[in-house]
């Protein structure tokens, strides 16, 4: 029997994760794709169409993409003038499915036949809804994109939710609680991960479920959403809308180039300090998860924040170490 | 050994034609596409992205897709809304698969792979080009979209020309020139039927063929373009343009209802007067080729024009009596 993987969030990270887990044969892979994002070519066609935010989709869509790269360009291509000018591709076509169809499951069904994709692509929730997030300053901001620029903020988040409260797509649940793993991140807590717990149904289902949770500790902090925050932080805020610990923790501890950390600092962020040293409860998995390769262009949307990423080979050994162990645990126990 | 057809056009009278022909399961059917479109969603993105013309050829797609109706009714699906309002869906991935492909060719075959169309579908000219035309009283217009609005005009077109003058592409003169009918029009005349002519190569082509050369006759004349032109004048032009004779002529006779007539003079066009009596050398064939049902929506582009059709399916009725009566002549002439 196959170990049931889910991904949970959205962004680059997942698109990562989802890439380097592809190419395990030996697992059922799925992904819990959030339903908040605002921003870009997504946020506008949101307001402008009325449509579902289709950027995360794709997204994910693409990572699990079988088909010859001509397809997976098209749906990661972005125009560059004119009318279309921002707009990407595969955005556009999911647009215009929606209208289209009778369903999401319709969407989302005919987007993976084109792509070809291979695994199970589930928005966490079907209801259009925005993210909110309050600061400790009294501040509050509406909409995932707008808290994404909010890089200024010098004041923590104190709480997020989501306007209005969104129930959760029931194949979502299923999934989840049939998961043997279940694996967070990387990727921005506050606007790819959190947004994705905060629907209604999905951390009741985090607890129902006998899955083990994998968090994968993001390499940078993230201006005005996690500023100077620790892996301990990264860990507290998580857990506080997890509503429940966490297994399984990978940290990076491949060196990171001068140049890059640099790059970062200019827009305030910087590496995450590992301060969890031999944290009781909690498997940590200390290895070198970073990409030092060259980025591809197209490969995923390029912005000085993707230029550094965790690499998915790496990610899937590791993970693929942890499936493997467990398998023979559950071995040991089965054993008369 | 199954006749080769070849339609020529690109609006919505070869959609009409290439829809009915397609169930007809003993032709080789393909298509010669005007590239000079240059008015709504095709020419913005022509003008903002430097693409190749793609709405004609959409339709052509289209109308030979065996494809489920969902992927018919995305390719023609137009957007209402913010930045893609007017756009419609196929226009948009041709262009966007243009932006990545190789090459021309990769374009059709991919649109043409995920539209399952049956049949060669051909782009006259891959050059970029713009139809001119120059009007009795010594006006010019350079654009089809333009020519195509300029309904007021009462001065006749004396000429029409390509700028800078295409090269055809040679799938385009191979097809044609192994051709065994080459079917022409309905569409209008000088903005849809002509462009293809004017491409260096066709004509040399069509001299060349053995095929008969089949015209549909047009249903109403087209204000400021064949502004009360008769079946004669529609002929006469085209000849000037195909430099050869036309063998057989598809003339509507069926009744027009008078609601439809009012609707188009209010448009000053006219029903096409059949004054062509039992002219020499022609064969010239009249039917009620009339499309009388309501017009699906999303099915084609609905503008006042499109109203009034030829049936696709009367149409083939009457084609396919064409071609297996030519079959007949070649059984008696290859008889020992």
Request: include cysteine; aromatic fraction near 6%.
């Amino acid at each position: 029997m196959k170990k049931k993987i889910t991904v949970i969030g959205g962004g680059t990270g997942t698109f990562v994760v989802l890439s380097g887990l592809k190419k395990l044969s030996s697992i059922d892979l799925g992904v819990v794709v959030a339903m908040t994002d605002s921003g870009g070519s997504t946020g506008k066609l949101r307001d402008q169409l009325g449509v579902l935010p289709p950027g995360d989709l794709r997204q994910c869509l693409v990572a699990l993409s079988d088909a010859p790269i001509l397809w997976r360009k098209l749906f990661l291509y972005r125009f560059e003038n004119g009318d279309l000018k921002g707009h990407n591709f595969g955005n556009i076509f999911i647009a215009a499915l929606e209208k289209i169809c009778q369903s999401y499951d319709q969407v989302v069904e005919t987007a993976a036949y084109v792509l070809q994709t291979e695994g199970e692509v589930i928005p966490v929730t079907l209801q259009r809804l925005h993210l909110v997030a309050e600061f400790e300053s009294g501040k509050k901001i509406t909409g995932e994109g707008l808290i994404d620029e909010n890089v200024n903020e010098t004041s923590r988040i104190k709480r997020v939710y989501l306007q209005p409260s969104g129930k959760a797509n029931p194949k979502a649940i299923e999934r989840i609680i049939n998961s043997d793993f279940i694996i967070i991140g990387p990727g921005d807590l506050y606007t790819s991960i959190i947004p994705v717990l905060l629907v209604e149904g999905i951390s009741q289902a985090i607890l129902q479920t006998k899955a083990k949770i994998i968090y994968i500790l993001n390499l940078m902090t993230k201006a005005g959403q996690t500023t100077e925050y620790t892996a301990s932080d990264h860990l507290i805020d998580l857990e506080k809308y997890l509503k429940r610990k966490i297994d399984i923790i990978l940290v990076n501890n491949g060196s990171i180039s001068k140049k890059i950390i640099d790059t970062y600092r200019r827009h305030r962020e910087t590496v995450v300090i590992d301060d969890l040293g031999e944290k009781d409860g909690y498997q940590i998995i200390r290895e070198d998860l970073v990409d030092n390769r060259e980025i591809e262009k197209n490969q995923v949307d390029i912005v000085y924040r993707s230029i550094l990423r965790h690499d998915g080979g790496k990610l899937a050994r590791v993970l693929e170490k942890i499936f493997y162990d467990q398998i023979s645990q559950d071995l040991i126990q089965t054993r008369p």
